[in-house]
């Protein structure tokens, strides 16, 4: 490959070779060289896509031929007729089928410690902008090459590594998330897209290019494979087209086979990342007919190479997955970026031998899904207006169409499947482009029952089995399965929640507000922050033709209160009545504290973005602050988010010497002090375990007591359980009688005999506990707890034996979560 004089290489402008041990290139100087490539190659433009969370650019290389560059409008008009062809003349296919180059998206390093593909996209770019093969192969292709995912999470991971690579805490955990709010689970979230970086990679997916093919290049551990690339492992989830997956196993193929021709050892196949799954960089593209290809190499030590002996691996078995094992070793951060290297250049080129076949099957992909839906079984989703939350509702719609699904609405009165729906009724139509990304959504997931061996346990999925977004959300959602009518329907740009009811006088000083509505919540603490005063209907409320369950919030002490309770019907969708007049006293503040763990704890990332989102004034405290006891002179409620008793009390194993230790004795006796003194400890999940050990709570983890050993123990992994409310509990006011809860291998509850104060706010049903996903052994936990609170001292402890925060989803249990917060 001969060198072009006025392209700077990424060593020229870096000072050191891509990959070189002990160097990492920071965002910033990542910036400035792509920058430099847009001046000086005719192949490349850098357009800002977005903004991360800690308000650095995000950034994506539009790399082709001149002359494609030239008309890349035109091209990008092109891709979004190819994604959805209705309406587009069959000539005009064939002619874009034609001249249409493929495009490709790839996506560096989302997670912040898989650092060297956003060191690799630099070298990438740089052989794209100045080979000539490739050059001849960009005639074909466009690539769009984002070279970081996540640039809060390599400055993040970077500047840890420097820090600790040269002292005595020398590969010490970082104790703190390379997503500012969710670490890990940034890409956990592609279907729900909270996250600004999530967001940015969304529009340009689904909005702006509709690329042939999404590469999501990562890394992984370093004890086995030194290369995983497709075929994924089973099971396959049904809404997957076949094409997609053998359009998937061909990519996926050719990579490694050019690996091998390069003399790569190590490249493996059908290993831990399935199929099933959604909501990730490479599952959420395959439900919009695009190829999703991972990639994980095995890491180095950052930035730092590693040596391993071949029989200290657990490499797979020699096979026809895995012919070629790796020989043991240095492994450096270099290998990592010619892995890497090699895959760029396998797909650009199969991309462009193959170009009409991308393009070919990339609209019979869309016009598969659209003839399916079209055939009914189902046919759409049908959301009614009449709503116990209407905001979840509208939200529910709003993350479909963020993810490029089409929302209808119907404009009179119409019947399907022989049940009639007023005007105002939502639909979403099957017959769409990316109907199996609604579908995957919308529908119960069934994880077939799939054993380590036979005989033996169940094998659990790669991440979840079930996820069912109306379930999670507590929206009320019909499946429509025969075609009906649609000429009433019109299409709707974005989802308004439809607008709430204020009942009584413009004078009124008090108003009473839905408790079944989690914006009451927004509103509650809106007032708060206003100076204003709330407290809770411990009978239901029954006003000016209204009734609800008991818990209505009730608000006062703002001079603009019915101003504000009008913008809240407006925009929130709020229902609210005045009341007679305010009550003698209310609370006047909420003091809330969450504990951060120096674990990087994603589910504590999680919580604190949800309490920013929502509203709740809070405070972070650590370690060193639960030491230092007098608690309860600060705060009312304090969280601690899922953490096992082990991490809370002693702190993560390795730690650096500055976040070693957990809480400690002294943390564990401040926080008994805390409670007794009166406050309130809010526990998720794992964490309950702490009140067991140290609260003297009488009950029991009995999914802990199990045999871990025991093929028919019970068992679900990430899924979707029914449980009955004790709506006259403070913490489930305005829950329904039946919901769903988010539960993955939590803690469960049983009360013990002569427990005293300890009273079952949510409790697991005699039988059919599984709503979505998977699970054995229900008749093990039946009746068992799921939530419960119990008195300590002068205070109490609420204990969510579950997570019902997890990943943003679960928007029903966020009301309970809020509740506890104001327990007295």
Do not use: C
């Not at 034609?98 to 912040?112: D, M, N, T, Y």
């Not at 997955?321 to 090699?342: N, Q, T």
């Not at 009433?488 to 709430?500: I, K, N, P, Y």
């Not at 998720?684 to 375990?689: F, I, Q, R, Y």
Request: hydrophobic share 40%.
């Amino acid at each position: 490959m001969a060198a072009n004089s006025t392209v700077p290489s990424p060593e020229q402008a870096l000072g050191f070779r891509v990959g070189a041990d002990g160097r990492l290139a920071e965002w910033s100087q990542i910036l400035d060289y792509f920058d430099r490539l847009q001046r000086t190659s005719p192949r490349i433009r850098v357009e800002r896509i977005g903004e991360t969370s800690l308000e650095r650019p995000m950034i994506m290389a539009v790399i082709s031929s001149p002359e494609n560059l030239r008309r890349i409008e035109q091209i990008r008009e092109g891709q979004a007729k190819l994604a959805d062809p209705r309406g587009v003349p069959e000539r005009e296919i064939e002619r874009l089928i034609r001249e249409q180059p493929a495009v490709a998206f790839i996506g560096a390093s989302l997670h912040g410690n898989e650092i060297m593909a956003t060191q690799m996209a630099m070298e990438l770019a740089y052989i794209l902008a100045i080979d000539p093969n490739l050059g001849r192969a960009l005639e074909n292709v466009v690539v769009l090459l984002v070279p970081g995912m996540n640039p809060d999470g390599l400055d993040i991971t970077r500047d840890w590594w420097l820090r600790t690579r040269e002292t005595e805490d020398a590969g010490a955990p970082m104790p703190w998330l390379y997503h500012h709010y969710v670490g890990h689970d940034n890409n956990r979230d592609f279907f729900m897209i909270t996250q600004p970086e999530t967001q940015a990679v969304t529009r340009v997916l689904y909005e702006r290019w509709f690329p042939q093919v999404v590469w999501d290049v990562h890394q992984m551990g370093n004890r086995g494979a030194r290369f995983f690339i497709p075929p994924f492992a089973d099971p396959l989830n049904p809404n997957l087209e076949p094409l997609i997956v053998r359009m998937t196993n061909l990519v996926g193929v050719q990579m490694a086979a050019d690996l091998t021709a390069a003399g790569k050892t190590g490249v493996s196949h059908q290993e831990t990342f399935d199929l099933w799954w959604h909501g990730g960089g490479r599952t959420v593209p395959a439900r919009h007919n695009m190829v999703g290809i991972l990639s994980e190499a095995a890491s180095a030590n950052i930035g730092d190479p590693i040596y391993q002996e071949a029989d200290s691996l657990r490499q797979p078995e020699l096979g026809s997955m895995f012919p070629d094992p790796w020989p043991g070793g240095w492994w450096r951060p270099r290998d990592i970026v010619e892995y890497e290297l090699i895959a760029g250049r396998s797909l650009v080129n199969l991309m462009s031998r193959q170009r009409e076949q991308f393009v070919r099957n990339f609209v019979t992909l869309a016009e598969q899904q659209i003839r399916r839906g079209a055939a009914g079984g189902p046919f759409a989703y049908v959301v009614p207006p009449e709503q116990r939350d209407p905001g979840s509702a509208a939200e529910l719609l709003r993350v479909l169409r963020r993810g490029g699904v089409e929302v209808d609405e119907a404009r009179e009165p119409f019947t399907a499947d022989g049940v009639s729906y007023p005007a105002g009724t939502r639909v979403v139509l099957m017959a769409q482009p990316f109907r199996a990304h609604a579908k995957d959504l919308l529908e119960v997931q069934r994880y077939p029952d799939r054993r380590q061996y036979p005989g033996g346990p169940p094998a659990p999925p790669y991440d979840l089995a079930g996820w069912t977004l109306p379930l999670q959300m507590g929206v009320e959602l019909d499946e429509i399965e025969e075609p009906f009518a649609t000429a009433v329907l019109v299409r709707l740009d974005s989802v308004a929640v439809r607008r709430g009811t204020v009942r009584g006088s413009d004078g009124a000083l008090a108003f009473a507000l839905d408790p079944r509505m989690n914006a009451s919540h927004r509103a509650v603490h809106e007032v708060l922050q206003a100076g204003g005063q709330v407290n809770f209907a411990t009978a239901p409320t029954r006003e000016q033709g209204v009734t609800w369950p008991a818990g209505a919030p009730l608000v006062w002490g703002v001079a603009d209160l019915r101003q504000r309770v009008d913008r809240w019907a407006r925009e929130w969708g709020l229902d609210a009545v005045a009341m007679p007049g305010p009550p003698h006293e209310g609370i006047t503040s909420l003091r809330v504290a969450l504990y951060k763990p120096w674990t990087a704890s994603m589910d504590e990332g999680w919580t604190r973005w949800i309490f920013e989102q929502w509203g709740v004034p809070f405070d972070t405290i650590a370690d060193a602050q639960i030491r230092a006891g007098n608690l309860r002179q600060s705060y009312d409620a304090i969280v601690v988010p899922a953490i096992t008793y082990r991490e809370l009390v002693q702190g993560p194993d390795r730690a650096h010497a500055d976040y070693a230790g957990g809480i400690g004795q002294p943390g564990t006796a401040a926080l008994r002090q805390f409670v007794e003194g009166g406050g309130t400890l809010v526990l998720l999940d794992s964490s309950v375990e702490f009140a067991i050990r140290e609260l003297g709570v009488r009950v029991r983890d009995v999914a802990a007591a199990q045999n871990a050993t025991d093929p028919q123990r019970w068992f679900a992994p990430g899924s979707l359980l029914r449980v009955r409310w004790d709506a006259s509990h403070p913490v489930a006011y305005g829950m329904p009688e039946e919901g769903a809860i988010f539960y993955a291998r939590s803690p469960v509850l049983e009360v013990l005999p002569n427990a005293r104060g300890v009273r079952v706010i949510a409790r697991y049903p005699e039988r059919d506990l599984l709503l979505s996903g998977y699970a054995q052994g229900e008749e093990r936990i039946a009746g068992r707890a799921a939530a419960v609170e119990a008195e300590v001292g002068q205070g109490r402890v609420v204990m969510f034996a579950f997570r019902p925060q997890h990943r943003a989803q679960p928007q029903q249990t966020f009301k309970p979560l809020f509740n506890a917060l104001y327990l007295r």
